[in-house]
């Protein structure tokens, strides 16, 4: 599974930016997906996640509310929608993709794809 993140960029507080990830890979509902972000000198932490059939979604504490994931597994892409951008928001982020049911831990994925940089200035 090859995994290419796009959408990034540079904006400002309070913008919005959406994400979006394709997967080279014959059935993408046999995956979930989740995006992860890492922010200089900071370890990577989980974002978002969603289900096989993207009927479940997961959100870390600091994004609830403020973004949005979803899948569409007819184009074999992930998306994630961020809304009210802030400066603590700036990471390069990552998609990534779990032959299980992934969730919030990075160890589940096995698939990672090269990352996109978000950057919000205040």
């Known amino acids: 599974v090859q995994l290419q993140a796009s959408g990034g960029g540079l904006v400002q507080t309070g913008d919005s930016l959406r994400l979006s990830c394709a997967a080279s890979?014959?059935?993408?509902?046999?995956?979930?997906l989740g995006w992860f972000r890492q922010a200089p000198g900071k370890e990577r932490e989980f974002v978002a996640a969603v289900s096989f059939s993207g009927t479940s979604t997961y959100y870390s504490d600091s994004v609830k509310g403020r973004f949005t994931i979803s899948r569409d597994n007819t184009r074999n892409t992930v998306y994630l929608q961020m809304n009210s951008l802030k400066p603590e928001d700036t990471a390069v982020y990552y998609c990534?993709?779990?032959?299980?049911?992934?969730?919030?831990?990075?160890?589940?994925?096995?698939?990672w794809g090269q990352g996109t940089q978000v950057t919000v200035s205040s």
């Open positions: 990534a993709a779990s032959p299980g049911f992934g969730n919030r831990d990075s160890s589940n994925y096995n698939y």
């Open positions: 890979v014959r059935t993408l509902g046999r995956y979930a």
